[in-house]
């Protein structure tokens, strides 16, 4: 695996990510034991200076490490959305990587395995590997030129979920140790959730996101569980929020995550742009909401 290559501003616009990802798991990951599964990439744009590559199929997921050039000790663990049904690998993944790089922060762009593909314990498996994640980068951040109080995560839409899941439920037994990495806290010093999933709640849910991550035998117990509003708490990390008040996926999910932050005390900053839609990542975003970017960058600096 190649590592310590840093991404320049200008850098290549493609990454050939099998080339550099490293796995978390020193074996078979917890429940996909046995598991025949074909990880399959298709490319969904048709101009080849601008990719847009959908991942399923993920038996061995990974971490895409994306070092900056000029490294502050941040970093950032990226977790692209896609419905928990696939993985916005570019636009919700690599691109991202790029734009934290350029602001001297170092980037690991999570490959987590899909909970309708045959794992047991399927609707644990994101949550496992983001766990997962988060205990490999910090066993490894002294080497890395990573403060392990600066390791965030950021997520975007189903990908925001398991962020949220990942920033409320850090704490919570979902698999056995494996080494040493699995002592160190999964805890993220900071949140960044862009267009999320919150809540299964009705009136408020993404049903297709519920679906593939709790099946159609799902119980209010579950639901519950996978409402992440219903888990802040004092110690749950700070958050910044972005969403779009004509988002299919509605705004209120950001809003009731930012109301339980707001009721115990934890700083947050939301922002609900009037247009912008769902999926806009940086590529897409025209007009007022493409300022989310700027707004991020200062609240990472203004984050003590």
């Given at each position: 695996m190649?590592?310590?290559?840093?991404?320049?501003?200008?850098?290549?616009?493609?990454?050939?990510?099998?080339?550099?990802?490293?796995?978390?798991?020193?074996w078979?990951?917890?429940?996909?034991?046995?598991?025949?599964?074909?990880?399959?990439?298709?490319?969904?744009?048709?101009?080849?200076?601008?990719?847009?590559?959908?991942?399923?199929?993920?038996?061995e997921?990974?971490?895409?490490?994306?070092?900056?050039?000029?490294?502050?000790?941040?970093?950032?663990?990226?977790?692209?959305?896609?419905?928990?049904?696939?993985l916005?690998?570019?636009?919700?993944?690599?691109?991202i990587?790029?734009?934290?790089?350029?602001?001297?922060?170092?980037?690991?762009?999570?490959?987590?395995?899909?909970?309708?593909e045959?794992?047991?314990?399927?609707?644990?498996?994101?949550?496992?590997?983001a766990?997962?994640?988060?205990?490999l980068?910090?066993?490894?951040?002294?080497?890395?030129?990573?403060?392990?109080?600066?390791?965030?995560?950021?997520?975007?839409?189903?990908?925001?979920?398991?962020?949220?899941?990942?920033?409320?439920?850090?704490?919570?037994?979902?698999?056995?140790?494996?080494?040493?990495?699995?002592?160190?806290?999964a805890?993220?010093?900071?949140?960044?959730?862009?267009?999320?999933?919150?809540?299964?709640?009705?009136?408020?849910?993404?049903?297709?996101?519920?679906?593939?991550?709790?099946?159609?035998?799902w119980?209010?117990?579950?639901?519950?569980?996978?409402?992440?509003?219903?888990?802040?708490?004092?110690?749950?990390?700070?958050a910044f929020?972005?969403?779009?008040?004509?988002?299919?996926?509605?705004?209120?999910?950001?809003?009731?995550?930012?109301?339980?932050?707001?009721?115990?005390?934890?700083?947050?900053?939301?922002?609900?742009?009037?247009?912008?839609?769902?999926?806009?990542g940086?590529?897409y975003?025209?007009?007022?909401?493409?300022?989310?970017t700027?707004?991020?960058?200062?609240?990472?600096?203004?984050?003590?």
């Amino acid at each position: 695996m190649k590592v310590g290559i840093c991404m320049a501003v200008d850098g290549p616009k493609t990454t050939d990510y099998k080339d550099i990802e490293m796995r978390l798991w020193p074996w078979a990951a917890p429940g996909s034991e046995g598991l025949a599964l074909t990880e399959t990439v298709v490319e969904r744009s048709t101009d080849p200076a601008v990719p847009d590559r959908s991942v399923t199929g993920v038996t061995e997921p990974a971490i895409i490490p994306q070092f900056a050039c000029e490294p502050n000790g941040t970093a950032v663990l990226v977790i692209p959305g896609g419905g928990y049904e696939r993985l916005v690998i570019d636009k919700e993944g690599l691109d991202i990587a790029r734009w934290l790089n350029q602001l001297g922060i170092t980037a690991f762009v999570l490959k987590h395995r899909l909970p309708g593909e045959g794992h047991r314990d399927a609707r644990y498996v994101p949550l496992q590997d983001a766990q997962r994640a988060m205990r490999l980068i910090r066993s490894r951040a002294a080497a890395w030129g990573i403060n392990p109080d600066r390791l965030g995560v950021m997520g975007f839409s189903a990908g925001g979920h398991l962020a949220a899941t990942l920033s409320t439920r850090y704490d919570c037994s979902t698999y056995a140790p494996v080494d040493e990495a699995d002592t160190l806290s999964a805890r993220p010093s900071f949140t960044m959730l862009v267009y999320p999933v919150i809540s299964f709640a009705e009136g408020v849910l993404h049903k297709g996101s519920r679906s593939e991550l709790l099946g159609e035998d799902w119980s209010e117990e579950l639901s519950d569980f996978f409402s992440n509003e219903l888990h802040v708490n004092e110690n749950t990390p700070p958050a910044f929020i972005v969403h779009a008040h004509d988002d299919l996926v509605s705004p209120l999910n950001s809003v009731r995550y930012y109301t339980a932050l707001k009721e115990n005390n934890v700083p947050a900053e939301l922002h609900i742009f009037m247009g912008g839609g769902h999926g806009f990542g940086i590529r897409y975003a025209k007009g007022a909401v493409a300022r989310w970017t700027m707004l991020a960058e200062e609240w990472l600096t203004a984050l003590k």
